[in-house]
């Protein structure tokens, strides 16, 4: 097994990442859909204080670190390290690569294991710091849903008593005409005149005529 592949191996799942390319490149398969791995090693709580919060999907890494107590002098070798690399020419072999990035640190008095002990305790809290926010994420998204099915289930019942109050209403102007008609079959009996003249004399009757200008 080579080299890479074995980094590969012992971070795997404790860290999102995996040597899955030939040349040993890092790759994080997570990266593509956001799921960090659900069958990942536990991770301890490695802040000492509440990270800050990523507003819009922005992470500030440096206040991470800060909450992780990694501190600035050792983010700052770590970096140098990251510079180091990043000047060498992409052609440069991996094993020349070391040499020259390992003898450029030793000659600036930086302690490689602390480098290496820093890069560690920076991927463990931006772990943690995901696996933070989508616990986080799953609560809200659980809560959310109880909220929506309460709101549906209000709906439901809402429009449940809007068609029985409808129907309710349907039957009882069906009801109340029938008996209209049964009761002014009886008044045609008597006659429209006769009916009018009393409907103008009685205190106790309106006139639906009256004020519309029918004769």
Known sequence: MSEGR??????????????????????????????????????????????????????????VFDAAGIAQDDRDRIAKAGDLLGSLPAETPVAVRKQIVEASLKAFGVPIDRIIET??????????????????????????????????????????????????????TSACNARKLDVQRILEFFGQETVARVVRESPRLHDPSAGQGTP
């Open 6 to 63: 074995s980094w590969g191996s012992t971070v795997l799942g404790w860290f999102i990442v995996r040597e899955d390319a030939a040349d040993g490149t890092a790759v994080a398969p997570a990266e593509a859909s956001g799921d960090a791995d659900t069958n990942a090693s536990p991770i301890p709580n490695v802040f000492s204080s509440e990270p800050p919060a990523s507003t819009g999907g922005r992470v500030d890494f440096e206040g």
């Open 119 to 172: 890069g560690v305790e920076e991927i463990q809290a931006l772990e943690a710091y995901i696996r933070g926010g989508a616990a986080d994420t799953q609560k809200v998204l659980e809560e959310s849903t109880r909220r929506i099915q309460r709101y549906e289930d209000d709906i439901k019942n809402i429009r449940t008593v809007m068609e029985e109050r409808v129907q309710e209403q349907q039957a009882v």
